[in-house]
Each structure stands twice: as C-alpha cells, then as structure tokens.
C-alpha cells in the first residue's frame, strides 16, 4: 500500500492529536498532584504557625502567673487574672483554627494529644492563680513556687516544639514531591 501526500498528511495529524491527549491527560494528574501537595503544605505550615503562637501564649501564661505572685492588691490581682482569661481565649482560638485544618490523618492524634496537654496546662495554671497571690512576693515560697511554674511550662513547651518538629518534618517532605 502506498502512502500518499493526504495519507501522510492525515497520519500525522491524528499522531499529533495523540500526543496532545497524552500530554492533557499527563498535565492534568499531574496539576491534580501539585494542588494536592500543594494544599498539603498550606495546611501544615497553618498547623505550624498557630502552634507557635500557642508557644508564644504558653510564655504569656507564665507572665500572667508572674504577675499574680507580684500583686499586692485587688485590682492588681484581677488584671493578672485578666491576662489569663485572654491567653485562654487566645489560645481556644488557635485551636478552633487547627482543628479546621486538613491535616494528614496519621498527624491527627498527635494533634489531639497536644490539644488534650495543652488543655491541661492551662487548667493547672488557673488552679494555681489563687495560690500564687496568697503568696508573699518577698517571702521563701515565692522562688519555689515561680520555679515549679517554670517547670510546668517548660513540659508543655517540649511538647509543642515537638509536634513542630514533626510538622517541619512534614512540610519538607511535602516540598520534595
């Protein structure tokens, strides 16, 4: 059989519309894994930013503590109770914004683990607000008990750069696909 010029002609048009499709069909799952990726690392970046920032509120808790052991009056004491209702609130809402986050479910309980500690912490710290002002300021049972504060907030500070870790981690990983 003889191949003629429109033959020819036809051949490679429908070889050239082959092609195209491979190439649509290769873009388009490929443009699919990008976004996916993509979305992916917009999320743990998110996850990662409001963990720093419940790290910021965690120094914020302890200065609201400090606060409470150096007042002296009432209204003293109420502003550093007052610091402490707005870490809480702040806090709460970094929260609010992770959970709404897609995050990897194996890096779920992490985050629910952390969420549950966190939790804890501030519960501990408001449990010692009133016997942070009953203390004397100058007295011997206001360095032991900044001391044991320190401590408490330097655990709960572990756990958070940790689960940051593990984020940073994450996101690189999702920046090599």
Known sequence: MRFTVGRKLTALVLSGLLLAAIIGVVGA???ATI??????????????????????????????????????????????????????????AAWVRIEALSLPADFRPTVTTLHDSYTTYLGEVAAQMPLLSAIDPAGPKAAPALEAERNRAAAIQAKVNAVRGDLQARVARSEER
């Open 35 to 92: 976004k996916s990726a993509t979305g992916l690392t917009t999320s743990l970046n998110l996850a990662n930013s409001d963990l720093a920032e419940l790290d910021m509120r965690e120094s914020d808790s302890q200065i609201a503590e400090r606060d409470m052991l150096l007042a002296t009056t009432d209204s003293t004491r109420k502003i550093a109770a007052d610091e402490l209702t707005t870490v809480r609130t702040q806090v709460e």
């Open 29 to 31: 799952t490929s443009g």
